[in-house]
């Protein structure tokens, strides 16, 4: 039954994309927040998770100030609709088209090409902000044959063989979060390695500060960043009037032997992981109206943090029920 099930949603979701595929890319952003003004309105609950989310990040503020993110919010998720099934038509020619540089972007591409020719291992650090979809294809192109990108297998194993076959058209190298050994491999290589773990970890992360509040958040990106030595940037994809879109780029360091003798490895994780995330959250509160507000990022409290905690210890018989 769940096999016939996840096959009719499969269905759904590619009768769904048809229009956008074949719209104009404006159009099909229009398109995008019609369909999510519709879904917000009958299940309600994802206004009140927006709103809730804009109040902690930005506390103090005037009614009107959350009222007026949601709203650039919702025309922002419907342009995020209408990037996950626009794949196929995201060429290199059609990123040449759209993509607005400025000379720090360019300066910055440049030197990451550099230390790809001296095989210098380079990780790219993004999160649910502006289009990360339309990033991982253009990373893709930008940076072939030497991109690789971790993600995160879909539940519905039809709609995770549809994706995977429309992220790879770009010739980028794709690796599932479960199979980081070979994600590192490639990585030392002197590869590229593109990374968005911005997502609830629950009992796999550790605690840190996001937008005031504490979030559980993955360790693997500063611990393959502390295993192959690599360069650390962080980047984005943000959304600009008339289709087009812009790129930020910024430097976070280089965990190197020499850093790594004054700090235990643990420490450095936890540092290496809060410096991305306050980078994120630099941007976040630059660009509001382009971040991901309706996810649960902030579901695993510091109480149920300690509840995975135990359970660790019990497994282990540390201690006892």
């Known amino acids: 039954m769940e096999k016939f099930i996840n096959f009719i949603l499969f269905l759904i979701l590619y009768f769904l994309s048809i229009p956008f595929r074949i719209l104009p890319y404006k159009v099909a952003h229009k398109l995008g927040y019609f369909i999510t003004v519709f879904f917000f309105k009958i299940i309600k609950k994802y206004k009140k998770i927006i709103y809730t989310n804009l109040q902690y990040a930005f506390p103090k503020r005037e009614q009107e100030f959350y009222d007026k993110i949601y709203k650039e919010n919702l025309k922002h998720i419907g342009k995020l609709l209408a990037d996950t099934f626009l794949k196929t038509r995201m060429k290199e020619k059609w990123f040449r088209k759209k993509m607005i540089y400025d000379e720090s972007s360019t300066l910055i591409e440049k030197e990451i090409e550099n230390k790809l020719k001296n095989k210098e291992p380079v990780i790219l650090i993004s999160g649910h902000l502006g289009t990360w979809e339309n990033l991982a294809q253009y990373l893709g192109y930008r940076f072939y044959p030497k991109t690789g990108i971790i993600y995160k297998s879909i539940k519905n194993p039809y709609v995770d ?9 770009t ?3 794709l690796f599932r979060m479960e199979d980081s050994l070979s994600a590192i491999k490639f990585l030392q290589e002197g590869n590229l390695l593109a990374i968005a773990p911005d997502q609830n970890a629950g009992g796999a992360g550790i605690m840190i500060d996001f937008l005031n509040r504490p979030a559980s958040t993955y360790k693997g990106p500063a611990l393959i960043a502390y295993t192959s030595n690599s360069h650390v940037y962080f980047v984005a994809m943000l959304h600009e009037k008339n289709g087009k879109m812009r790129l930020i780029y910024e430097y976070i360091g280089r965990l190197t032997e020499e ?24 941007y976040v509160k630059l660009y509001p109206e382009q971040y991901f507000f309706v996810h649960q990022r902030w579901k695993t409290t510091p109480e149920i943090m300690k509840k995975f905690e135990e359970e660790k210890l019990k497994k282990r018989g540390i201690i006892k029920d």
């Open 161 to 169: 063989r549809w994706f995977y076959k429309l992220r790879s058209i």
């Open 259 to 282: 850093t790594k003798k004054n700090k235990t490895k643990n420490e450095l994780i936890e540092e290496w992981t809060r410096k991305w995330v306050h980078t994120l959250e630099k």
């Open 171 to 173: 010739g980028a190298k």
